[in-house]
């Protein structure tokens, strides 16, 4: 049976979801010594304009901070998502929030940062999208240095090149700020464009040369080119930082696996499911390994993990066909690779259809057979490297189905 000769490695992003931890905080309203403290500072920010004076900038940096410091305490929740973090105020609490928004802003000439990064998550809260990502890009003018800025605008932005463009800006006032130089070199990977995310997570780890989510993004481009020795000395680094990173192990489970050490790659690999038992991609990788160790009872199981965790990745499905056609259930391996090219759309995946055909010939339904050879020849002339065992393995089918070449 032909399988590819890539595998998929787990690279992190930003917009990657981690559960919570929500805060029982009480709400302004329900708690007088806030609400008390909240008249205060609302009456020292009227003072100055009653008296035609103005703050200080330090002075309204402080009353924004306590501010906004006592109304969270009383009525936000905060969540972990990833790397970024956002805030969340019960309903009742935004109006009130948003007046002493208002007034901060008038007192600062629309100048304060902090003031707008907050209204900016309560109308991102609110489902306004569009004014909260000029809230946000208001708030990166006034300081480009600050990135949970930057990091907010690249949450909205579903244009990887338009957040290209923000973090590119951005680092032409803080050339040497590595976490802005981090998240650019994720934002060019996620835009494939490997060669320049690959300069910027090098120019990044110059910088912060520990840094685990760094040296995980640089070591899965280093993986992709088949270089696993050097890419496991950069996981190794990352490994003191972060020894129960999930996509650490992964990784370094499938640079095992392109080493053909496949007793240390499930090894790795069941110690990332361990840590991570929710992601997909691991348990997709556990059954490729076990696919190539002949395994297909265990290749079964967590193709099928791996499906109910993610159902809408093809080559789930084409895997799953093949291990249930070592396990001889036809029927079902059929229905597996139908579901694969279907969801693979047009103008199609050529390694579906080569394997299918294969399994059609072994089983003697030759006219099938021919036909998805067939398909797999024509989406191949289109290709721009089409794989040279791919080659050799559909030239064998066809002599064997008597096709002309």
Not at 131 to 151: D, M, R
Not at 288 to 311: E, G, P, R, W
């Amino acid at each position: 049976m032909v399988h590819p000769a890539a595998y998929v490695v787990h690279r992190p992003h930003e917009k990657s979801k981690v559960a919570g931890i929500r805060n029982n905080a009480g709400k302004a309203r329900d708690n007088p010594q806030v609400e008390k403290h909240t008249t205060s500072l609302i009456h020292r920010l009227q003072a100055p304009r009653a008296s035609g004076a103005s703050l200080s900038d330090r002075e309204v940096g402080l009353l924004i901070n306590k501010l906004m410091e006592d109304l969270y305490k009383a009525g936000v929740k905060r969540l972990r998502a990833g790397d970024t973090y956002d805030y969340r105020l019960d309903p009742p609490d935004f109006d009130e929030c948003l007046k002493l928004i208002e007034e901060v802003l008038r007192d600062t000439e629309n100048l304060s940062e902090f003031a707008l990064f907050v209204k900016a998550l309560i109308k991102r809260q609110q489902g306004q999208i569009q004014e909260s990502l000029q809230l946000f890009q208001q708030a990166t003018t006034i300081n480009p240095h600050n990135v949970a800025n930057l990091k907010q605008v690249y949450t909205l932005l579903e244009d990887f090149q338009a957040a290209i463009d923000v973090y590119g800006e951005a680092l032409q006032h803080s050339p040497e700020n590595a976490e802005a130089l981090t998240t650019l070199g994720l934002l060019y990977l996620r835009n494939n464009q490997n060669d320049k995310a690959f300069e910027h997570l090098g120019e990044s780890l110059t910088h912060d040369p520990k840094n685990a989510r760094t040296i995980l993004a640089a070591g899965s481009i280093i993986q992709d080119q088949a270089d696993m020795d050097f890419a496991l000395v950069k996981y190794r680094i990352a490994a003191v930082q972060t020894p129960n990173s999930p996509q650490l192990w992964n990784n370094i489970g499938m640079c095992f696996f392109g080493k053909q050490r496949y007793i240390a790659a499930i090894a790795c690999l069941k110690k990332a499911l361990y840590l991570g038992p929710f992601e997909w991609i691991i348990s997709y990788n556990l059954g490729l390994v076990h696919l190539h160790t002949d395994q297909a009872a265990s290749a079964f199981h967590y193709l099928s993990a791996s499906i109910n965790l993610k159902s809408d990745f093809p080559h789930s499905y084409m895997y799953l066909a093949v291990a249930l056609s070592k396990l001889e259930d036809i029927d079902n391996a059929c229905a597996a690779y139908e579901k694969a090219i279907q969801m693979c759309g047009v103008p199609g995946e050529p390694v579906f259809h080569l394997n299918y055909a294969i399994m059609l010939a072994r089983h003697e339904r030759e006219e099938d057979a021919k036909m998805h050879l067939l398909q797999y020849r024509v989406l191949v002339e289109g290709a721009d490297r089409p794989d040279n065992e791919l080659l050799e393995q559909a030239a064998l089918l066809g002599s064997l189905l008597d096709m002309e070449p």
